[in-house]
């Protein structure tokens, strides 16, 4: 896989110039960002290796990801303007009272080329401000390449590595934490399902390196030993996603709420069962060695 020389040079000066991100007790932490975002909450991988290497502390992970979504909230707009979809980022963000966000845009921003990069940079900087009043750690992450050595894919890599510089230069002004993935997949071209997106074996593979992006060690680790924690972890996301994006939340909350809305109320009933997730992820990771 080719990676064009500012990915390396991005990924040797700011990670090497950077403090190790610390996690601390009771930090609650949301992760925005797009469809490599949402994906990582079906396998649980990267958040089971974050409980395990702090087991030591209490916290918390919720996962906000969307598929195909941007800075500027285009895909959570739903029926609405992306003005609307910004909206719920948002609200969605700092209604979870977190103390720690990840946030993870520009792989479908770069599409627009060289000549949306001012754009993209103003909309993180944008969402970067209406995050303000959370007053939280906050840690940027660089969009992944892509797999394969094709044309379109070199030309493509090249422009992910501008937004990837833009990404980097926001975080070091702003001083949160950079998070390089430029080498996430390390040539391997068969962990992902189209060359873009991580496939399950994917997010396995490429954990150690995710864990390294943060500063952290990247240990070995035993996923026999942890998979009862990544399965607990995998079941409180899916119980999280059903209580924030109801599959049928035009009709609970929408514009035909009339034929079906009563039966909102219902949605929060999921709040005890995520919590009792929570328990039992927390019973698990203390019989960890």
């Known amino acids: 896989m080719f990676l064009p020389a500012v990915f ?48 030591d502390k ?19 707009a ?27 845009y ?13 754009k993209f940079e103003k909309g993180l900087e944008k969402l970067l401000d209406a995050l303000k009043p959370t007053n939280t750690r906050i840690v940027l992450f660089s969009p992944i390449p892509l797999s394969g050595n094709t044309p379109k894919t070199v030309e493509r890599n090249a422009m992910l590595a501008r937004y990837t510089e833009a990404i980097s230069g926001i975080a070091r002004n ?18 992902t399902d189209n060359g873009i997106h991580l496939n399950e074996n994917g997010y396995k593979i490429c954990t150690p390196r995710f864990i390294a992006s943060l500063g952290l060690d990247a240990r070995t680790l035993d996923w026999k030993e942890l998979d009862p924690l990544r399965q607990v972890v995998i079941e409180k996301n899916q119980l999280f996603f059903y209580r924030w994006r109801p599959q049928n939340e035009t009709y609970l909350f929408g514009f ?34």
Do not use: C
């Open 8 to 55: 390396v040079a991005l990924a040797f000066a700011q990670t090497s110039t950077q403090k190790p991100f610390e996690f601390k007790d009771d930090d609650r932490i949301v992760w925005i960002g797009n469809t490599f975002v949402e994906r990582e909450q079906r396998y649980g991988y990267w958040e089971t290796a974050l409980l395990a290497a702090n087991k």
């Open 58 to 76: 209490k916290i918390t992970f919720r996962n906000l990801g969307w598929s195909g979504d941007t800075v500027f909230g285009d895909a959570r």
């Open 78 to 104: 739903a029926f609405d303007s992306p003005a609307k979809g910004f909206e719920r980022l948002v609200s969605l963000t700092l209604e979870l009272k977190p103390t720690v966000i990840f946030v993870s």
């Open 106 to 118: 520009g792989s479908n921003e770069a599409f627009e080329g060289e000549g949306g990069l001012a």
């Open 174 to 191: 702003r001083g949160h934490h950079f998070a390089d993935l430029a080498h996430i997949m390390d040539g391997e071209d068969s962990l």
């Open 256 to 289: 035909r709420k009339h034929e079906q809305g009563k039966n909102g109320k219902e949605v929060a009933e999921f709040d005890p069962l995520v919590g009792k997730a929570e328990d039992d992820i927390d019973k698990i990771r203390k019989q960890l060695k």
